[in-house]
């Protein structure tokens, strides 16, 4: 069993930028691919982007490419978002993910566990 607990979300003003943790427990963590995903009001969840148990291996969806960035600290079981020049667009509920199965996945299919989720509002 795996348990996530995000933190980092907040208000911010276009252009600005935020950090989000996803603090895992399980002794699988360093193994496990590990994703963000975010929801709009009104919209489907979306992939935003993932890493590999090694953090050799990341996948971005395009509208987050080169504005944001995961990162994983296997020895503390945290992995971050990384998120600058946000846009009101970005503004959403994001939510950590893992997966049992090992490579990357961009669908919330592929992920067994998840977190509650953290508020990322962008003000323009």
């Known amino acids: 069993q795996v348990q996530l607990v995000e933190s980092g979300g907040g208000l911010v003003q276009a252009g600005g930028s935020l950090r989000l943790s996803c603090a895992a427990s399980g002794r699988t963590f360093s193994s496990s691919t590990m994703g963000w995903f975010r929801q709009a009001p009104g919209k489907e969840r979306e992939f935003v982007t993932c890493?590999?148990?090694?953090?050799?291996?990341?996948l971005y969806t395009d509208s987050v490419k080169g504005r944001f960035t995961i990162s994983r600290d296997n020895a503390k079981n945290t992995v971050y978002l990384q998120m600058n020049s946000l846009k009101p667009e970005d503004t959403a509920v994001y939510y950590c993910a893992a997966r049992s199965s090992r490579g990357s996945s961009g669908t919330s299919r592929g992920y067994d566990y998840w977190g509650q989720g953290t508020q990322v509002t962008v003000s323009s």
């Open positions: 890493i590999t148990g090694s953090g050799a291996g990341t």
